[in-house]
Nanobody
């Protein structure tokens, strides 16, 4: 069992930046990590993914060039740097840890990001 806690969300104006963090209570070196988001009234969608060692990342088309996912396995933490935010980025952002077994799939409680004037 891995407990994930996201932080760093908040209210930001369009064009602004936020950095989200996700801290695990266990070593995450064997887990692929991802960020997802769920807009108001919408479904939970993929945002970004990073492999166990951080050598490979991939992103949803809607955030490419603006968002950067990274990880620090020594601190059991992953990050999502979000730049040039727009109102369409408003959502609850969730951290996900996925191991090799299907049962090794963990979610955080989410952090709210609101982009508005």
């Amino acid at each position: 069992q891995v407990r994930l806690v996201e932080s760093g969300g908040g209210l930001v104006q369009p064009g602004g930046s936020l950095r989200l963090s996700c801290v695990a209570d266990a070593f995450i070196g064997s887990y692929a990590m991802s960020w997802y988001r769920q807009p108001p009234g919408g479904e939970r969608d993929f945002v970004a993914h990073i492999t166990t060692t951080g050598t490979t990342t991939n992103y949803a088309d809607s955030v490419k060039g603006r968002f950067t996912i990274s990880r620090d396995n020594t601190k059991n933490t992953i990050f999502l740097q979000m730049n040039d935010l727009s109102p369409e980025d408003t959502a609850v952002y969730f951290c996900n840890a996925r191991g090799e077994c299907a049962s090794d799939n963990y979610w955080g409680q989410g952090t709210q990001v609101t982009v508005s004037t």
